[in-house]
């Protein structure tokens, strides 16, 4: 049983993404499941730091997508979700791609909270992060 209460495709969502900061940064929503999100990142010269690791700051952008994306897949018609808090602990470097995986911790009425948990190509713990967001009316 999903919780999805505005189904989509993950076609669907890297299309709309394509000309904004997740599309510019090569994140690519590659699968939905009936309680998760899961999206990837490129390492590149967009997303990385000056040692050639991926940028605390992409991890985070890649993070807020994922978990913002999901948010506005639980909220009902006319409502979405503007993010009011993340935080992320950086585990150890990305050296390649990773892939982000965001699961809920609350689906309120006013409020959502997501872990979003980023592994690199070996399956390694890159970054732990967690969003929370605020359900308002669409504007």
């Not at 209460?5 to 929503?29: C, Q, V, W, Y």
């Not at 808090?85 to 390649?96: M, T």
């Not at 791609?97 to 979003?116: S, Y």
Request: hydrophobic residues 40%; proline residues 4%; glycine residues 8%.
């Amino acid at each position: 049983m999903t919780f999805w209460k505005s189904p989509s495709t993950a076609d669907e969502i890297n299309a709309r993404l394509a000309n904004h900061m997740a599309g510019n940064l090569g994140i690519t929503f590659t699968e939905i499941g009936e309680n998760y999100l899961k999206a990837t990142m490129p390492l590149s010269h967009l997303t990385s730091q000056h040692m050639g690791f991926m940028h605390g700051g992409a991890n985070v952008v890649l993070a807020e997508t994922i978990a913002n994306i999901a948010s506005t897949l639980c909220c009902e018609k006319g409502q979405t979700v503007v993010g009011l808090d993340i935080n992320a602990n950086h585990i150890r470097p990305g050296k390649s791609m990773v892939t982000a995986i965001t699961k809920p911790l609350h689906i309120g009425r006013t409020t959502m909270i997501w872990e979003i948990k980023i592994y690199d190509a070996e399956d390694k713990l890159t970054c732990v992060s967690r969003f929370t967001g605020a359900v308002i009316p669409k504007p």
